[in-house]
């Protein structure tokens, strides 16, 4: 049995977990703040999941359009959220985001430059005007490297390739969380007074994702054990352009970037079909005709926006029902043609990763061919319920920001939000982590109990003589939220993949790893088990629930928005018999000012009425 | 689909051997993916970094029939059919198991370079910097830190030298600051001194093995050299600074 005394630990004030853009920039803000910070990280610094994000983060500069300002943006992201996001979160977003993608330039951040040599900005979906600083298309590179550079000097300690296992509690606020080391297999027990979530989500629930191997939703479900609530798990992304060949790389991410840049989405016929699925909401603010979206690409300010750069949800939706209408692409997907709109040079310099990617993963010239490109999970909406101010979950002391938290994207998020979203709300948490700590009156003790418990369900994995194979398990859960909790959703089929992910528990509580633990493979995918069953069921349950189309979630048999469901977030909680309850939770009545301005009409906006 | 072998280095600091192992293999695939089917199938615990799968975060750096190569980067169709690829980790750096080896080192260099020291913003609050004055700098900010350019940098390689030399990922890191045009820093000393730049014998093999094609040598490390030799090899500068004494 282990002795607590004899485990390696740390005391720290603040123990940030995940080490991505959010997790950095809440580690920054808690050093600023003189707090004795530590970050984990389950991979090496540097390699987290944000340097996937190619296209840019999305702040009013008005750098390139000086008709942007905070309310246009605000009211973008409402109504790319279906208005189910935060309205707190949202303004705080809108609002602070220039402040904080000016400071990453202090900090080392080098963003292509307009002709004015400021940082230049470029289109996006659902983005009323140009308002994505970027580097390229590796703008998630830039920003993680920057946090990175600018974080090793600022004093906090980094842990890496160490794995939460669990969250420690005293009484019912933090205390702490014990960590694995993925090098040589011993625990490490961290004392904090907070914890910050900064995890991301858990696309590798399914089996074509964008995500990493990072992404098993271990902070929803460490902090779904430790007590905290979990809402809009029902809106996960399907960000419409993966790739969809060869099959090897199904699922990794083809930038909204190529559409920015004049990208058109065709079917098999030739046909530019996103014409034909413009929604209501947005119909007067896009373009009807190709005629017109070739004058808005040339820069023509009356002229409306390309459909090619609706919302995510919509475009994915579209290429899914041209695919299921035998219009697909050989492989299943659709065409997506760079190469007619944009002479060879210009596509190389704009889109240098995505020419690189193609060249190399799948032989295809996007300066010569159309790419071929479908529907891939990439991003959480949903995730731990924090408070819109001080990101702090219900349990005191755990803080969320970033893709792990929800709120701030809603139904639905807009392409650029997300990286913006990390900062923002990164250096929010480290103020909320902060003034917690004032609030202390004594730090919170480790319960020895807990963390023996932990220890103990960790290496009987190692122990035991047989058990099912992880990878196997991995692959059955890939399969139960691929057919029952996928892009389209019923109601019948959320109820078997619910049934099915419980029946597979007994199998992860049993599943076997190598005995060897250093660097075991699948010692570390066996401790992913619970955290992959446990969001997937989150979803599953929050999607059975949520009797509509909206955003993320789509029922075949709930189609479309329905009001009633417009007052309504969905929170999902642990029992204490242990079983989960997803239940609907009234939304509070919007602050008179932002619901002015989120239905504003874009006329009024940009002649300062509202 | 057919069978392919691969022979993979299996062990840790304490020594191991190459072990063959056969999967299935797929239109498309990669090594990295070959390895995943390795773990599933033959070897749970078989040792690999490797995140993104798609060439942007560099974890999976290892030596691929004897080339440093990213896992995820590297089609299996770009070898003959019945070939058996030989997979081993990089060797510059101390081996923890199978193909992931101990790369703090490198992490401990990046802590040397002084960060930024940007000059005070424009009266409106902006930094103001042209296209083509940034292009250079923003080169080598596509470095994806693999460290397969310090595996293969025959100055840590094979003389075993990160005592005296920061090596290429780092020269250019600290190129992109000294090219940057907010930087105010003067960095010259120390990329003498500290970073030890001449060591490099400008061999090229960095930048050869470079996943993300940055020019590493000629647009990076040649022009440190270059200022490091102006300040302190030029002749009548140097006659000046022993008549001065400074």
Redesign the interface.
């Known amino acids: 049995m282990v002795d607590i005394n004899e485990l390696q630990t740390f005391e720290h004030d603040v123990l940030v977990i995940g080490a991505g853009g959010a997790g950095l920039r809440a580690a920054i803000q808690c050093a600023a703040l003189g707090l004795d910070t530590g970050v984990v990280s389950k ?7 944000t ?2 994000a190619e296209g840019g983060m999305a702040a009013a500069l008005r750098n390139v359009d000086k008709r942007d300002n905070w309310k246009v943006h605000f009211r973008d992201t409402m109504r790319g959220g279906k208005f189910l996001n935060n309205w707190r979160m949202a303004q705080l977003h809108a609002q602070q985001a220039p402040d904080r993608v ?1 400071e990453l ?4 951040a ?1 963003f ?2 307009t ?4 940082i ?1 900005q470029r289109n996006f979906g659902g983005h009323r005007y140009p308002r994505l600083a970027h ?2 298309d ?1 703008t998630g ?2 920003l993680i ?1 920057t946090l990175q ?2 974080g ?2 600022q004093g906090f300690a980094t842990h ?1 390739e160490c794995k939460i296992v669990g969250l420690l509690k005293d009484g019912d606020r933090i205390a702490g969380a014990l960590g694995l080391w993925r ?1 040589h297999g011993r625990f490490v027990l961290f004392k904090a007074k907070a914890v910050i979530m900064g995890t991301g989500g858990g696309g590798r629930c399914w089996r074509v994702t964008s995500n ?3 992404y098993s939703g271990d902070g929803a479900t460490l902090a779904y054990d430790a007590g905290a609530e979990l809402m809009d798990m029902e809106f996960t992304q399907f960000h419409p352009t993966g790739m969809v ?5 199904s699922g ?2 083809v930038t909204e970037g190529v559409r920015g840049e004049g990208g058109i989405l065709l079917n098999n016929k030739g046909e530019r079909f996103m014409f034909n699925y413009i929604p209501e909401r947005f119909a007067p603010e896009t373009a009807d005709t190709k005629e017109e979206a070739a004058r808005w690409l040339e820069g023509d300010k009356n002229a409306r926006r390309p459909p090619e750069l609706l919302t995510r949800d919509v475009v994915a939706r579209a290429i899914r029902s041209e695919v299921q209408a035998g219009r697909g692409s050989p492989h299943g997907g659709a065409f997506l043609d760079i190469a007619n709109q944009r002479p060879a040079e210009y596509i190389k310099k704009k889109l ?2 995505m020419y ?2 193609f060249k ?3 032989e295809v010239d996007i300066t010569k061919d159309p790419m071929e490109v479908g529907p891939t999970l990439h991003y959480f909406m949903g995730g731990i319920r924090v408070d819109a101010d001080s990101q702090m979950s219900k349990v005191p002391g755990l803080f969320a920001c970033g893709e792990a938290s929800a709120g701030m994207h809603g139904a639905n998020r807009l392409g650029g939000n997300s990286l913006s979203d990390l900062i923002v709300f990164g250096k929010l948490s480290g103020d909320g982590a902060a003034d917690y700590i004032k609030t202390l009156e004594a730090p919170p003790q480790v319960n020895e109990d807990e963390v023996k418990a932990l220890v103990k369900h960790c290496t009987d994995i190692l122990n035991r003589e047989e058990g099912p ?4 398990v991995h692959e059955e859960i890939q399969e139960i939220m691929g057919e029952g909790a996928g892009i389209v959703r019923q109601g019948d089929e959320l109820s078997t993949a619910i049934e099915k992910l419980h029946q597979l528990r007994p199998r992860i509580d049993s599943v076997k ?2 005995s ?1 633990s ?6 570390h ?1 066996a401790l992913d088990l619970h955290s992959l069953v446990t969001t997937g069921e989150a979803v599953a349950r929050s999607a059975l629930l949520r009797e509509e189309s909206r955003g993320g979630h789509t029922r075949l048999d709930f189609e479309g928005e329905r009001e009633e469901w417009s007052k309504y977030n969905i929170v999902v909680s642990k029992q204490p018999d242990g079983t989960m309850l997803a239940r609907k939770e009234e939304r509070p009545d919007p602050p008179e000012e932002l619901a002015k301005i989120a239905h504003a009409k874009i006329e009024d906006l940009e002649a300062g009425n509202v | 689909m057919s069978k392919r072998t691969f022979r993979v280095w299996r062990g840790d600091k304490s020594g191991g051997e190459f072990k063959e192992y056969s999967v299935e293999v797929g239109p498309g695939m990669v090594v990295l993916d070959a390895i995943h089917r390795i773990q599933a199938e033959h070897a749970s615990d078989l040792a690999v970094r490797w995140n993104c799968k798609a060439g942007k975060c560099g974890s999976c750096s290892m030596e691929i029939d004897g080339m440093p190569k990213l896992g995820c980067m590297t089609r299996l169709g770009d070898y003959p059919e019945n070939h058996t690829i030989t997979i081993q980790p990089m060797k510059t750096f101390p081996l923890i198991k199978d193909l992931v080896t101990d790369v703090s080192w490198n992490y401990e260099q990046n802590k040397r370079i002084k960060p930024l020291q940007p000059r005070p913003r424009d009266a409106d609050g902006e930094h103001r910097m042209q296209q083509d004055d940034v292009e250079r700098t923003q080169e080598f900010r596509k470095c994806i830190e693999c460290y397969l350019c310090q595996n293969t940098c025959h100055v840590l390689r094979d003389h075993d030298r990160k005592d005296a030399f920061i090596g290429p990922r780092f020269m250019i890191r600290v190129g992109q600051l000294a090219m940057h045009p907010l930087d105010t820093e003067d960095r010259i000393p120390a990329i003498r001194d500290e970073y030890g730049s001449g060591y490099c014998n400008i061999t090229r093999c960095c930048t050869e093995v470079c996943p993300e094609h940055i020019n590493i040598t000629d647009n990076g490390i040649i022009p440190l050299k270059e200022r490091v030799v102006d300040r302190y090899y030029d002749p009548v500068k140097m006659l000046l600074r022993k008549i001065s004494g400074k």
């Open positions: 991979s090496l610094l540097g390699k987290a999941h340097v996937m000016r330039e202090d900090w080392g080098v292509d430059r002709p004015d040599g400021l230049n580097t390229g590796r590179l830039e490297r550079d600018h090793v000097h890496m090098e990493s191997w990072e060949w060869p099959p090897s790389v990794v991410l240098p990763s690189h990617q190399e993963l799948a194979n992880p990878f196997v790893a190598h060897a250093q660097f075991n493979a699948g010692w995918e």
